[in-house]
């Protein structure tokens, strides 16, 4: 039983790892958003050339901007203004009105390792756990995590990423987290 257990962990990291190595974007002239026939595609830098040193994804622009961020492949500004003061929140809330689907975990910390808590709070979010009607359909609409889920951030094809901790053995209580 160990050995088929061992065995279906090792295909799992190498099926990952094969993934991950299958980075390929479109050309810009190709990819449906920038004009092939401006002159500025020429000037711009192609995703293949740009991309292909960042930590690998499966899924979006292939690459792992957190892992490209806590690596130090990149250091994005932390704000725009000097006066903006970033405050780096490492907390996590669990969501529990997820239907059948498993809980859902917000990790504040990588989302304040690139955003200050006004690009969110209290336009997006209010910031009082239960006081989001957050739902699937809005998501899917553009708002809540839509604003950027699908748009600048992985895709909301990625269910598990967010629906990551099974019912079964959560023993806490929805909202925020100890840690």
């Known amino acids: 039983?160990?050995?088929?257990?061992?065995?279906?962990?090792?295909?799992?990291l190498i099926s990952g790892a094969l993934?991950?190595?299958?980075?390929?974007?479109?050309?810009?002239?190709?990819?449906?958003?920038?004009?092939?026939?401006?002159?500025a595609i020429e000037l711009l830098q192609e995703p293949s050339e740009a991309l292909i040193l960042l930590p690998p994804d499966t899924t979006g622009n292939m690459v792992s901007w957190v892992d490209a961020l806590r690596d130090k492949y990149i250091e994005p500004r932390s704000n725009l203004f000097s006066v903006t003061k970033?405050?780096?929140l490492d907390m996590d809330i669990i969501l529990e009105n997820t239907g059948e689907m498993s809980l859902v975990r917000f990790p504040h910390l990588s989302?304040?390792?690139?955003?200050?808590?006004?690009?969110c709070h209290d336009s997006i979010f209010k910031e009082k756990v239960g006081a989001n009607?957050?739902?699937?359909?809005?998501?899917?609409?553009?708002?809540?995590?839509?604003?950027?889920?699908?748009?600048?951030a992985f895709p909301l094809t990625e269910c598990l990423r967010c629906h990551s901790v099974a019912?079964?053995?959560?023993?806490?209580?929805?909202?925020?987290?100890p840690k």
């Open 19 to 39: 993934l991950a190595a299958k980075q390929t974007w479109k050309l810009l002239a190709d990819d449906g958003l920038h004009d092939p026939q401006s002159p």
């Open 111 to 119: 989302h304040t390792e690139w955003l200050d808590c006004d690009n």
């Open 133 to 152: 009607p957050i739902n699937m359909f809005a998501i899917l609409n553009g708002e809540y995590c839509g604003r950027c889920h699908g748009a600048v």
């Open 86 to 88: 970033v405050k780096i």
């Open 167 to 177: 019912r079964r053995t959560f023993t806490g209580k929805p909202g925020v987290q």
């Open 1 to 12: 039983m160990n050995i088929i257990r061992l065995l279906l962990i090792v295909l799992i």
